[in-house]
């Protein structure tokens, strides 16, 4: 109903705005599902099957889902904004936007200019000379090289314990073990790693030659386009205009994503999300009285470093404020030109090398965003305890003020929840509440944290994906991402519950005969809806931290006893199994 203050015509509009939006979560949501299948038998295929039957993988990727849906949706807004004339502009979004036409000039002249500059470096640094038998052989060596590298590597399974990796020395034991003369290195502590040095330099301009590519001709192209298609089933190049949103995005990430805010993100979103925030980090606070496997010293440890884990919303406030210059001083060294796209390539890589080489020796900035705005993910990290949640994610079916609050809970609090869950597994459970590699945790726990994991990798390592040949997944290899899964879906859904206990049940969605317990579970699932080409699978079954999206949703749910409830599962079908792994 619309109060006596708000001006009536508003009123109607904003209430006709949310009916309209809330109508429109109720087709999405029907459109995605596969109302033929058994949700206790396949709940994948129930809440995703319509989605997977409606979308076809682009031909310029290699994967589908929701958050390549997304993606694909921001670029659109990006280029607007990036074509958009500068008018009054500031001298940031000047600099984006010049950096994007130089980007879209391809011309014969801009190859020209990047192919001398190859050969110079090429003939100057490594004296190679034109015959052709001899770069053949000096690449043969750039790719030993290369292998004996990855051979050389821990193998991925092997790498989770991170204090087994992290060589921390003095520069005394430095100079001991590596023979260095005392005084070369001006270091406290360093970070040791073991290389060989014959064809180091060749190898660094070999990967300068495929990191620009894209600056190339047509014929170098091609050559990158049929190792695509061969090793992930990719069959075309994206639009250049793609490529250029991409690449001025990765290289001006405060400029375009204040370019987004301005253009899409919604006020309120910042302080609804924080409250999210607040209500999960709650319930992981509360949930930890249920933990049998962890004693009450490395409880109170806990409790202490999620109650310290701090948050960035959105976007950093200063790139909206037109009168404060720390935006435009991010990019004072940069002069972009129209027509020189590849001269405005080599002044970024000098602009990120320099700004890398300054915080060597500057006290670390808690505060800094290490993302940008219009970015379609979510992030913790482990060395800030830190949550990070650009204003790209903070949409639906993710987000949104008009969507009822068993969606947000099940989409935006879902992947609030397993971020924070990511400072409590097998990696982040490694540093402590300021983000220093400290074992807190006593022996009790830390044995039987192992113990509960083991069977966490066992349910993963028995999924077999028939897309990728029928290979098994990795249940070493995802123990991070599973366990963040698990407890992000779980305390999501304890904090829906409190929420609804308190402000009381929601009006149901009209067309859809589901609770909203259940909307939440389904919700969740379908952020999760995507496809794979069978060349991406075999690869990213073998190198993905993230188990395939079927087994994200069909492993963390056939661990939850609530699910089960709320669909009415019987014990004994696929998705209520008698035994189930929990570890948050």
Request: glycine content about 6%.
């Amino acid at each position: 109903p619309c109060s006596k203050t708000h001006w009536l015509p508003f009123c109607f509009q904003s209430q006709f705005k949310g009916l309209a939006l809330a109508l429109g979560g109720t087709a999405r949501i029907i459109q995605n599902m596969d109302p033929t299948a058994e949700p206790c038998q396949n709940f994948y295929q129930y809440a995703c099957g319509g989605w997977l039957s409606r979308h076809v993988i682009p031909e310029t990727s290699s994967r589908y889902n929701i958050f390549d849906t997304l993606r694909d949706e921001l670029e659109i807004i990006l280029k607007g904004v990036l074509e958009t004339p500068e008018q009054e502009d500031r001298e940031a979004f000047q600099k984006a936007k010049m950096l994007y036409r130089s980007c879209m000039n391809e011309s014969e002249e801009a190859y020209f200019q990047y192919m001398v500059l190859i050969a110079k470096m090429i003939r100057e640094d490594m004296n190679m000379s034109k015959d052709d038998n001899f770069v053949q052989e000096e690449m043969r060596k750039v790719m030993e090289f290369e292998t004996d590298v990855a051979n050389a590597t821990v193998p991925t399974e092997e790498r989770h314990d991170v204090t087994l990796l992290y060589n921390k020395m003095t520069v005394a034991e430095l100079q001991e073990n590596s023979k260095l003369p005392r005084g070369v290195l001006n270091f406290k502590r360093v970070l040791v790693i073991k290389l060989c040095s014959d064809t180091i330099q060749n190898y660094l301009v070999w990967r300068l030659v495929l990191d620009r590519v894209s600056g190339l001709s047509r014929r170098f192209k091609e050559a990158r386009a049929n190792y695509r298609k061969a090793l992930y089933g990719m069959m075309l190049e994206e639009a250049r205009w793609r490529e250029c949103v991409s690449y001025v995005n990765t290289n001006m990430e405060n400029a375009v994503g204040a370019l987004y805010v301005r253009e899409t993100f919604a006020g309120k979103s910042k302080s609804m999300v924080r409250d999210l925030i607040e209500k999960i980090r709650e319930v992981f606070i509360e949930t930890l009285d249920e933990l049998q496997w962890m004693d009450e010293a490395s409880k109170g440890k806990a409790r202490e470093k999620v109650t310290a884990i701090r948050e960035q919303i959105g976007y950093p406030d200063y790139i909206l404020e037109g009168q404060n210059e720390k935006l435009d001083r991010e990019y004072t060294n940069l002069n972009f030109s129209e027509h020189e796209y590849f001269q405005n390539i080599l002044q970024n890589l000098q602009h990120g090398a320099q700004k890398s080489l300054r915080k060597l020796r500057e006290k670390v900035d808690q505060d800094l965003w290490l993302i940008g705005a219009a970015v379609v993910n979510a992030f913790y990290s482990p060395n800030r305890n830190q949550i990070v949640f650009p204003a790209g994610i903070l949409q639906p079916p993710f987000f949104s003020k008009h969507q009822p609050q068993a969606l947000n809970f099940g989409g935006i609090g879902m992947v609030i929840g397993h971020e924070i869950t990511h400072g409590f597994d097998d990696n982040g459970r490694n540093f402590d509440k300021e983000g220093n590699m400290f074992d807190w945790w006593s022996n009790f726990s830390a044995t039987h944290f192992k113990e509960q994991s083991r069977c966490m990798i066992y349910q993963y390592g028995n999924y077999t994906w028939e897309l990728a040949g029928g290979q098994n997944v990795s249940g070493i290899n995802t123990l991070g991402e599973n366990i963040a899964d698990n407890g992000g879906v779980r305390q999501a859904y304890k904090a829906y519950l409190k929420w609804v206990a308190k402000e009381g049940q929601e009006p149901r969605l009209p067309g859809l005969d589901l609770t909203h317990n259940q909307l939440f579970f389904l919700n969740f699932a379908q952020v999760w809806c995507g496809s794979y080409r069978p060349e991406y699978a075999s690869q990213s079954i073998k190198t993905d931290v993230h188990s395939p999206l079927k087994y994200r949703v069909m492993g963390s749910l056939q661990n939850f006893e609530a699910f089960s409830e709320v669909f009415h599962c019987k014990k004994g079908t696929a998705m209520h199994p008698t035994e189930k792994c929990r570890i948050w």
